[in-house]
């Protein structure tokens, strides 16, 4: 039991680029943990909201319904932080949540893992392709 705390505390403790969490992301899935063991149960989502991470600390929900809630966010080494704005009676997140993100091949991965309710969110975000740049050989008159 020792071990796998210790695990679980390593895996969320380094540092994560800032930048890496700006844009767009899509909730895909929902771990959760079963009467408090280490075994997980793992929910995919079908129907799915957006969250977009913006460079001036707002963070916003889209439902696939059309509802909008718009987030204040912080990030402290390896913890995001989600607090709603104007009148959002029943915010979809409103925590801190600790954050580990995983770079695939095409997109990155993100776990916000919410510690006192034993679950954690899954999101993706795709990657942009990097242009490969095109030789040109020299000018002709």
Known sequence: MVFSLLFIYNTYS????RFQILGTWKFVATKTSINDSNKLATSLC???PD????SARFAK????????????????????????TFDNTKPFLDDTYLVKIKNNSDSLEMELKQKKLSY?????KKL???????KRGPIQK
């Open 120 to 124: 954690t969110y899954i999101l993706r």
């Open 128 to 134: 942009t392709p990097t242009p490969t740049p095109v």
């Open 46 to 48: 079908s129907v799915c």
């Open 51 to 54: 969250i977009n991470f913006n």
């Open 14 to 17: 380094q540092d994560f680029d």
């Open 61 to 84: 929900v889209s439902f696939p319904d059309g509802e909008i809630q718009i987030f204040l966010f912080k990030i402290e080494s390896n913890k995001l932080t989600l607090r709603p």
